[in-house]
């Protein structure tokens, strides 16, 4: 679970800019360039490969979706469906049987075969790959061929999660032969991929520029993809895409920047859609560093929080405002009345600083203290913590701001630095974490268990208890989705009232289009931003 970490860096700080270039809708075989439709795509940096190995960012999923495709995929609802699987069987809790399309080709004409797939799924389990996704596979045993169109996953013991894996990246398959005949260079500028998607790779110059031209070979018919060709930019500023957008000259933008939400509002060619996220926004205490190991300390800075002002006038409503909880009904895929109950009536530890004060004086620092609090250079996380520096001093409470680049708020929040006792060495982080499945679980385990708090790991509060770490196993492995949702209400039960994390709000992920563009988004937007559905109006 360790490798969930990388998701909580990039949230924000990556955006992806699509322009559309109507001269011509033709069925781009027979058209030439001035005829096609071109969708040019502005990218914050560039890519790590055109590879699903290492799709697990958003600048790398805006290719690599679209060349590639998984057994399965997430739908607006967050639901798992079949694409190049047509359904699965659980023969027990350890083994899973996949019945794989017969009918997909690759996008030079030859067929997706079961070989592709065991070859691509067992590449990522592969420590010589180095895949960013390989975390998913902890608990795989065996990735056989069974039939002709049969594929069987054995796991080392039940694992809840695992029905997700394959609607992720980590459940993208390519040509076992090109990769073959292309080890040196698989997925590289001069090495590309072949996968069944439809958009095939043409061109990468690094760090300038992506080409991707549409699969006249698609083997679903039934799609109907208005884009001929995709040009990627790579344009990092995100006020010259912000501008790029306003003016016309391009027409999508995914995660907008906050601080430039007016502009973008005040734009003719321009519509907004937020959507839910699976992101939470916090404050980490340094559990293991007085006098944060007193919940009544941390109880007492949680009441403090004005997170009314923060979500309104700092994130400009871009975020929900939260109760103690660290999940939110965008997350929960399964048993939803279940959770829709229990978490209307979550407690909340709102702004109250008569209850901040009460908690402090039966503290073990009743007269108040100082402390630093690590936050990212993002000005809405920024001036959220000046909130509340000036909020603490209501309770004779001293707080110094530290403010970081994302880089070093990383090596903080994902244990890279340690003191000379081996702990994590620093007071308190405001920063965020996005999880990578709609579960609860893409919360619970990475940022509470305690095998989680040392080197590379994402409990960045160092938090410890051993009952929560015997109800996170028991839920990891509990096959009824009722049992387990329960199980995960007790965990959260205990966190709740010890609070080793303030939880301030839930983003929401904010796409900037334009207005001519028609696309439903979803929560998962990691692994389901699919251009070939992106639909065009005269409008």
């Given amino acids: 679970m360790e490798k969930l970490v990388k998701l909580a860096t990039?949230?924000?700080?990556?955006?992806?800019?699509?322009?559309?270039?109507?001269?011509?809708?033709?069925?781009?075989?027979?058209?030439?360039?001035?005829?096609?439709?071109?969708f040019n795509v502005a990218l914050s940096g560039d890519i790590k490969a055109v590879d699903p190995a290492f799709g697990y960012d958003r600048n790398t999923n805006a290719v690599v979706l679209q060349v590639t495709e998984g057994l399965f995929y997430y739908d607006v609802n967050n639901?798992?469906?079949?694409?190049?699987?047509?359904?699965?069987?659980?023969?027990?809790?350890?083994?899973?049987?996949?019945?794989?399309?017969?009918?997909?080709?690759?996008?030079?004409?030859?067929?997706?075969?079961?070989?592709?797939?065991?070859?691509s799924l067992n590449r990522y389990k592969e420590p010589s790959t180095a895949s960013e996704v390989a975390w998913m596979f902890a608990n795989v045993t065996s990735i056989t061929k069974t039939g002709d169109w049969e594929v069987t996953v054995k796991l080392s013991k039940p694992d809840a999660l695992w029905e997700q894996t394959l609607a992720t990246t980590a459940g993208h398959i390519y040509s076992k032969k090109y990769y073959e005949e292309h080890k040196s260079n698989f997925g590289k500028p001069d090495g590309g991929i072949l996968g069944t998607g439809p958009f095939v790779f043409k061109k990468w110059v690094t760090g300038s520029e992506i080409d991707l031209e549409r699969n006249t070979k698609y083997w679903d018919k039934s799609a109907n993809i208005a884009i001929d060709k995709i040009v990627y930019k790579i344009i990092p500023d995100s006020t010259t895409r912000v501008k790029a957008l306003t003016s016309?000259?391009?027409?999508?933008?995914?995660?907008?920047?906050?601080?430039?939400?007016?502009q973008l509002k005040a734009s003719k060619n321009t519509s907004i859609s937020k959507v839910n996220s699976f992101t939470i926004n916090f404050i980490a205490f340094n559990t293991e560093r007085e006098p944060f190991n007193?919940?009544?300390?941390?109880k007492a800075i949680y009441y403090s929080i004005d997170a009314n002002s923060i979500v309104s006038n700092i994130f400009k409503n871009t975020t929900i405002l939260s109760n103690s909880l660290p999940i939110n009904d965008a997350i929960v895929s399964t048993e939803k009345d279940l959770w829709s109950s229990y978490i209307k009536n979550a407690p909340d530890y709102k702004y109250n600083i008569d209850k901040a004060k009460e908690y402090l004086s039966k503290s073990s620092v009743p007269n108040g203290f100082k402390f630093t609090?690590?936050?990212?250079?993002?000005?809405?996380?920024?001036?959220?913590?000046?909130l509340l520096q000036q909020a603490l001093k209501q309770i004779n409470i001293?707080?110094?701001?530290?403010?970081?680049?994302w880089s070093e708020n990383s090596s903080y929040q994902f244990g890279s630095r340690f003191d000379k006792d081996g702990k994590r060495d620093y007071d308190a982080l405001l920063t965020r974490w996005t999880a990578d499945f709609p579960d609860a679980d893409g919360n619970l385990t990475p940022l509470y268990k305690s095998a989680n708090k040392g080197k590379g790991g994402s409990n960045s509060a160092a938090y410890t208890n051993a009952e929560v770490d015997k109800l996170l196993d028991e839920q990891s492995s509990a096959t009824d989705k009722g049992e387990r949702a329960k199980l995960q209400q007790q965990i959260l039960n205990i966190l709740s009232d010890e609070v080793p994390y303030a939880i301030i709000s839930y983003p929401q992920t904010i796409f900037a289009i334009n207005k001519n563009i028609k696309y439903t988004f979803g929560a998962s937007w990691l692994y389901n931003i699919f251009f070939k559905d992106f639909e065009f109006t005269d409008n």
């Fill in 10 to 38: 990039f949230i924000l700080a990556v955006s992806i800019i699509f322009s559309t270039l109507f001269t011509g809708c033709g069925n781009g075989e027979n058209n030439t360039d001035s005829k096609k439709t071109i």
């Fill in 294 to 298: 007193d919940v009544n300390v941390r």
């Fill in 248 to 262: 016309g000259q391009v027409d999508y933008l995914s995660n907008a920047p906050i601080d430039q939400l007016d």
């Fill in 373 to 386: 609090l690590i936050v990212n250079d993002e000005p809405a996380y920024y001036s959220s913590a000046l």
């Fill in 398 to 405: 001293d707080v110094t701001v530290q403010k970081v680049t």
């Fill in 79 to 119: 639901k798992i469906v079949p694409r190049l699987a047509k359904s699965y069987k659980v023969v027990n809790p350890t083994t899973y049987v996949y019945e794989i399309r017969n009918d997909v080709n690759f996008s030079d004409g030859t067929p997706l075969t079961v070989d592709d797939v065991v070859f």
